[in-house]
């Protein structure tokens, strides 16, 4: 809120969110990106970070720095630990026991690595990962460990609070199994170990939102092809189905998906909705992110919006 880790603001941001926004008759879901400590690993971070020892509460990176890992150039939670997936959703549990939140989401960030930082986990691995075949399932076995716990932990507390969570658009590739999407996409279940599709169909969310960032021309990860298929997913389950499109590409210029330039982004825009409301197993749109709203390149689609949707 300030620029610094850990600096005070003078105020409770949340619970100014959420007393504005009830003011004006809207909800507030709580977003949660439950493994990730920071967004960088640079020396000025780490200065910040060390720096909320003196303060309470101290940033868990001080606290529990045997906790503590890097993986996609950030310092992460290491989510093999069992301590650490309690941690987490004790922090969920005060959010929720504390301020009056009508829904949690997670984000997508679950083991988020890249090429040139990878989680370095096995001596976790060594301690816990005895039971498991591989450290693929292993990994998918502790976000979904959190997962149930933080579903179960949510409705013991206020059984109105809603879960959510907001995974990347493709579950699995067809091509690595005959239940995935007919997809080239990464997949959350082999790149970031969450099995997603295992979560709707055990009941454990209340909704989920898969981020559908593509159009429908984008032939390796179709949006289409993924709106319908996880209305699929949802289908036979009490699993609400949002999707979430990719409004911060409105308006800026790409070779790869030059849909979101034409007209304003408005034709491709028109498209996704409409499939949306065609769908019935789809029960609304999300737009990532609201700032976007207030862009100059997204003022067309903005007024799109608009006379669809009322202003």
Do not use: C
């Amino acid at each position: 809120m300030t620029g610094k880790i850990g600096e005070n603001p003078g105020y409770d941001p949340l619970q100014f969110m959420l007393d504005e926004a009830h003011k004006r008759g809207m909800k507030v879901h709580a977003w949660f990106n439950p493994y990730r400590v920071s967004v960088n690993t640079k020396p000025g971070t780490i200065r910040e970070l060390n720096s909320t020892l003196s303060q309470q509460p101290a940033s868990v990176y001080v606290q529990h720095r045997d906790w503590i890992r890097t993986s996609g150039d950030r310092f992460v939670l290491d989510p093999g630990i069992p301590e650490v997936q309690d941690w987490i959703t004790s922090i969920v549990a005060e959010v929720v026991s504390r301020y009056p939140v009508d829904g949690v989401q997670f984000d997508d960030y679950f083991y988020t690595e890249s090429p040139g930082s990878r989680l370095n986990d096995n001596e976790t691995y060594r301690k816990y990962g005895g039971a498991f075949a591989s450290k693929a399932d292993w990994r998918r076995n502790n976000t979904q460990q959190l997962i149930a716990k933080v579903s179960h932990t949510i409705k013991s507390i206020k059984p109105g609070v809603e879960f959510g969570v907001s995974p990347a658009g493709v579950w699995r590739n067809r091509s690595h199994d005959p239940l995935g999407s007919d997809t080239r996409g990464a997949a959350a279940y082999d790149e970031s170990y969450a099995d997603t599709r295992r979560w709707v169909e055990q009941g454990l969310l209340d909704y989920i939102a898969p981020q559908i960032y593509w159009p429908f021309s984008r032939s390796a990860a179709r949006y289409d092809v993924l709106a319908k298929w996880w209305a699929d997913v949802v289908k036979p389950t009490r699993t609400r189905l949002y999707i979430g499109i990719a409004f911060y590409k409105v308006g800026e210029p790409s070779k790869i998906e030059p849909d979101w330039m034409i007209n304003g982004g408005v034709p491709e825009l028109k498209k996704q909705l409409d499939l949306n409301d065609a769908v019935p197993e789809i029960s609304g749109t999300i737009l990532f992110r609201e700032d976007y709203l207030n862009k100059p390149q997204t003022q067309q689609a903005v007024s799109y919006l608009q006379s669809r949707w009322g202003s």
